[in-house]
């Protein structure tokens, strides 16, 4: 139910093949709805081919250009060189944006795929930018449905036993919809 929410109101952008300027016009479309131009912190959720593109994508961008202090490789136990780098965040004009894959977004969507939300808010208003709802009392009922010999002991029928069912209510919402962005890509990711 979060990504309907996003949907309507979010800005989208289909990409041919994401690039670092893909990546910056993100950051800037995001700036232009957030309440500061600067000091934002953006939240990128991808599924795993977008993940694997991202990766790539942010290592070419640091050996093409050889940013000061970036290091490529580590002496490691002695033995050998790790060789390398995974990326957890990165910052262009004053705002960051943060990356987390998940799981579900690879079965739902084929094409590489992600998300993006402000979550400025939850640093500076102390309002999350999601939030989990549930029906006060709701968030866990259970319903056993008893059978024969459930609470009598033995009894001498083949068939006995009985049911327990739990189910909750909850519900998700974004604070900001339309302080979100959405990106596809057309291009293959290994």
Same mark, same amino acid.
């Given at each position: ?10 800005? *989208?952008?289909?990409?041919? @093949? ?29 599924? =795993?081919?977008?993940?694997? #593109? ?5 290592? @070419?961008?640091?050996?093409?250009? *050889? ?11 002695? !033995? +050998?060189? @790790? /060789? ?12 960051? #944006? ?9 079965? =739902? ?7 993006? !939300?402000?979550?400025? +808010?939850? @640093? ?5 930018? #999601? ?12 319903? /056993? ?9 033995? !009894? ?15 519900? #998700? ?18």
């Amino acid at each position: 139910m979060l990504i309907p929410q996003i949907e309507r109101y979010c800005s *989208k952008h289909v990409a041919s @093949k994401v690039t670092v300027n893909t990546f910056q016009m993100v950051i800037s479309q995001m700036a232009l709805k957030a309440e500061n131009p600067v000091g934002n912190h953006f939240l990128f959720v991808l599924n =795993e081919p977008m993940w694997a #593109i991202c990766n790539r994508v942010l290592f @070419k961008y640091l050996a093409d250009f *050889k940013t000061d202090g970036a290091l490529f490789y580590s002496k490691t136990n002695g !033995i +050998g060189y @790790k /060789v390398g780098a995974t990326f957890s965040s990165y910052e262009f004009s004053g705002n960051t #944006i943060s990356f987390t894959v998940n799981r579900a977004l690879t079965r =739902e969507y084929n094409m590489p795929f992600a998300m993006c !939300i402000d979550f400025t +808010g939850g @640093k500076t208003s102390g309002k999350a930018p #999601i939030n989990l709802y549930t029906l006060k009392g709701k968030d866990l009922v259970s319903n /056993v449905l008893k059978g024969a010999g459930i609470e009598d002991g033995e !009894i001498s029928t083949p068939v006995s036993g009985g049911m327990l069912t739990m189910q909750g209510y909850a519900s #998700i919402a974004v604070t900001n919809p339309y302080r979100s962005f959405l990106l596809y890509s057309t291009e293959n990711a290994y």
